[in-house]
Nanobody, 124 residues
Framework: QVQLVESGGGLVQVGDSLRLSCAAS????????MGWFRQAPGKDREFVAG???????WYIASVKGRFTISRDNTKNTLYLQMNSLRPEDTDAYYC??????????????????WGQGTQVTVSA
């Protein structure tokens, strides 16, 4: 089992950058497929980016080229570097871990462990 704690959210302006962190404890992040999701109030949780144990990545189209998912194995931490932020990126962001270890899962049901979320607000 792994515990996940996100941090790094905040209020920024259009075009700014933020780096979200997801500190893991209990097991190594390299054991899992890791993902970032986001959710607005009253809406479904949406997949943003994924990272497989072997290092493969995948993104939704709207963030490709702007966001980068990565991990630091020595710190057991997952990151989401977000550049060129837009108002539509405003959401609560969650990291998640999938025990399956596959490349490509984008459904919330594929992920077994979740953090509590961190809020990102992009002001126009």
């Amino acid at each position: 089992q792994v515990q996940l704690v996100e941090s790094g959210g905040g209020l920024v302006q259009v075009g700014d950058s933020l780096r979200l962190s997801c500190a893991a404890s209990g097991r190594a992040v390299t054991t899992y497929t890791m993902g970032w999701f986001r959710q607005a109030p009253g809406k479904d949780r949406e997949f943003v980016a994924g990272l497989s144990p072997s290092g493969g990545t995948w993104y939704i189209a709207s963030v490709k080229g702007r966001f980068t998912i990565s991990r630091d194995n020595t710190k057991n931490t997952l990151y989401l570097q977000m550049n060129s932020l837009r108002p539509e990126d405003t959401d609560a962001y969650y990291c998640a871990a999938d025990r399956g270890g596959d490349w490509g899962p984008t459904y919330t049901s594929s992920y077994d462990y979740w953090g509590q979320g961190t809020q990102v607000t992009v002001s126009a």
